[in-house]
């Protein structure tokens, strides 16, 4: 596997997308970005290590509050995701493809409604 690819895959395993989104400009607080990614702030923070580790991303204090730790996407980051999306395009393809685009749809939905259960507080929202 070349090192690009392992790269790609490396950066997939944290949902890209959500990181992009969230983490523009002065990046995002680690914990708003965990609660957008429906995960606790000490999961994020391990999930991120091998993204920080390569450059892809990194931790910052935030200017208003120094306690708070902001996410935010290099520029190596960017182009790493730049480069990802025909891979994710490929494998979405596939898996419409493959559950059709009518259950891979309702496969979201589901997941949407089952993941409250998986919260520590399932009142959550």
Known sequence: ????????????RVPAATLRREARDGGVPVSDLASAMDMDRTTLTR???PLLDQGLVALGADLADARVRRALITAKGGAAF??????????LGFVNRTLGEADAGALHDWMDLVT????????EP
Request: net charge positive.
């Open 47 to 49: 999930n991120l290590r």
């Open 82 to 91: 730049v480069d990802a999306m025909p891979y994710w395009r490929v494998a």
């Open 1 to 12: 596997m070349s090192v690009r690819l392992a790269t790609i895959q490396r950066c997939l």
């Open 116 to 123: 409250p259960a998986f919260r520590a507080d399932p009142s």
